[in-house]
């Protein structure tokens, strides 16, 4: 069984840093692209961050390239999100996700680790 | 233009047939996905690659993509399939829709 249990939000001051990790289970790992999705309280799905297979290959949206770092290891089965410079609009609950086999979607999310960046 | 337009809502009675469209700028040239979000829960993912359904996803869901508009469509509609719903085109930003709330009453 397919699972992806993420840990690491919490509270933050605007301005912080956080990391948030993803521990994944039941699949080959190193088969597959991953990502980060948030969503803001009350509000829709928005793309954070890609990584390919090998971690050598990342991208981001424009909202958060050059503040979160996207990494992964693949001995440890561990997806990895490190946020700096933290804004009150970064407010979301950070999902992972899986890429499909041939890809076009994402076919398994974990459950979420909620990040409150406030004074 | 970069967006994805849903409808805030839609309803449906139960039985019947429920469409929730998406239209983007030539969205009909890119892969388009769409999950359910149901509150509290992460999305589950109904539709893949325009029309296809992942194992698992009854058959009442269906997909359909051209010209400018996504459409999700929900034959059948039961009360368990009150949810959000989010088309995603497949691109180099993974643009998603604002979301439609979907209330079958």
């Known amino acids: 069984e397919v699972q992806l249990v993420e840990a690491g939000g919490g509270l933050v001051q605007p301005g912080g840093s956080l990391r948030l990790s993803c521990a994944a289970s039941g699949f080959t790992f190193t088969s597959y692209d991953m990502n980060w999705v948030r969503q803001a309280p009350g509000k829709g799905l928005e793309w954070v961050s890609s990584?390919?297979?090998?971690?050598?290959?990342?991208y981001y949206a424009d909202s958060v390239r050059g503040r979160f770092t996207t990494s992964r290891d693949n001995l440890r089965n561990t997806l990895y999100l490190e946020l700096n410079s933290l804004r009150a609009e970064d407010t979301a609950i950070y999902y992972c996700?899986?890429?499909?086999?041939?890809?076009?979607?994402?076919?398994?999310w974990g459950q979420g680790t909620l990040v409150t960046v406030s004074s | 233009s970069s967006e994805l337009t849903q409808p805030p809502s839609v309803s449906v009675s139960p039985g019947q047939t429920a469409s929730i469209p998406c239209s983007g700028d030539?969205?009909?040239?890119?892969?388009v996905c769409w999950y359910q979000q149901k509150p509290g829960q992460p999305p589950v993912l109904v539709i893949y690659?325009?029309?296809k359904r992942p194992s698992g996803i009854p058959e009442r869901f269906s997909g359909s993509n051209s010209g400018n508009t996504a459409t999700l469509t929900i034959s059948g509609t039961q009360a368990m399939d009150e949810a959000d719903y989010y088309c995603?085109?497949?691109?180099?930003?993974?643009?998603f829709g604002g979301g439609t709330k979907l209330t079958v009453l």
């Open positions: 990584i390919g297979k090998s971690g050598g290959s990342t």
């Open positions: 996700a899986k890429d499909r086999p041939s890809g076009y979607a994402w076919d398994y």
């Open positions: 995603q085109a497949w691109d180099s930003r993974k643009r």
């Open positions: 030539k969205l009909g040239d890119k892969y």
């Open positions: 690659q325009d029309t």
